[in-house]
């Protein structure tokens, strides 16, 4: 099973030089095996993962995972090459019972005048719809994925992800309580071989004491995500949704002092791919 970050950041989209070795854009998360693609979120990250999939010899076949639909998670849909082929085949999970009316609705509902020109009925992939639902797993290929709730406004669904005798957790947006492991989303967290986790803001910042005060915006401090993660029992950290007034050396340098808590944490970047074997889980690229 292998991991690959195409979009890292929260909130909004960001650029120039400071922000270019962790990476601009919104969340999306590419995981494969055997031939299966899992692509979690279509942030603005969804855009080059469109194009790199067009370079490729196949038709474009794969399933699309929704941890809820604010509008970072959405955004890069509409911008994504293969959607708009006849010979693409997409599998769309929202979040929720009616989670695939609702995610048809959204992007039918930001591909419209005055936010956009062309409607999503012009895309001529053919999609199909379905709901993601807490603690009911489903499978692709060789993944079993299970969908489980996460408290943050309106919602969210975090995935874990087994394939290979490995799984890696995806845990994005979600407002941790305290240092430890939200009472629903405990059991799907442990154990994780590679544990994607919102570390969006800093233990100042969420108690307002540099800037407005963040506590209950549904995003968690990098201390906590790595307290956290220790309580879990993960093999490994990837520290996610990095704030967008966040610099690169800002986020090595709460990376560092979160390995305070967990030795094993690293911030998520795009471009970085990482192998998950029964033998060992390492970043190759």
């Known amino acids: 099973m292998e991991v690959r970050f195409w979009g890292v950041r929260g909130s909004v989209a960001v650029g120039g030089s400071s922000f270019a070795r962790i990476g601009g854009n919104t969340s999306c998360v590419e995981v494969t095996s055997g031939g299966e693609r899992l692509v979690l979120d279509a942030g603005t990250g969804l855009r080059g993962l469109g194009d790199e999939l067009l370079r490729g010899p196949q038709p474009v076949r794969l399933t699309m995972l929704w941890s809820h639909l604010h509008w970072d998670h959405v955004q890069g849909f509409p911008f994504f090459s293969p959607a708009w082929l006849p ?18 609705d959204t992007l039918a509902q930001q591909m419209t005048p005055p936010t956009f020109p062309v409607p999503l009925h012009c895309m001529a992939s053919r999609m199909d719809f379905r709901p993601a639902l807490h603690a009911e797993p489903f499978e692709v290929g060789p993944f079993r994925v299970t969908p489980f ?18 799984s890696f957790v995806y845990a994005t947006d979600v407002e941790l309580p305290g240092d430890s492991l939200p009472t629903r989303a405990a059991p799907y967290m442990e154990g994780a071989d590679a544990l994607c986790l919102d570390a ?37 950290l990837l520290l996610f949704h990095h704030d967008p007034a966040r610099t690169d050396d800002q986020v090595e340098m709460l990376a560092e002092e979160a390995r305070g808590w967990f030795k094993s944490t690293e911030p998520a970047r795009e471009g970085k791919r990482i192998l998950l074997s029964p033998s060992h889980a390492s970043a190759v690229a």
């Open 149 to 166: 709730e996460l408290p943050h406004p309106q919602g969210c669904l975090g995935y874990r992800v087994e394939a290979d005798g490995q």
């Open 200 to 236: 969006q803001y800093t233990q100042a910042e969420y108690e307002g004491k540099s800037g407005p005060i963040r506590r209950g915006w549904g995003h968690s401090t990098v201390p906590d995500a790595a307290r956290v993660a220790a309580r879990a029992g993960a093999r490994r």
């Open 87 to 104: 010979t693409t085949r997409l599998t769309l999970y929202g979040p929720g019972q009616d989670g695939d009316l609702r995610l048809r």
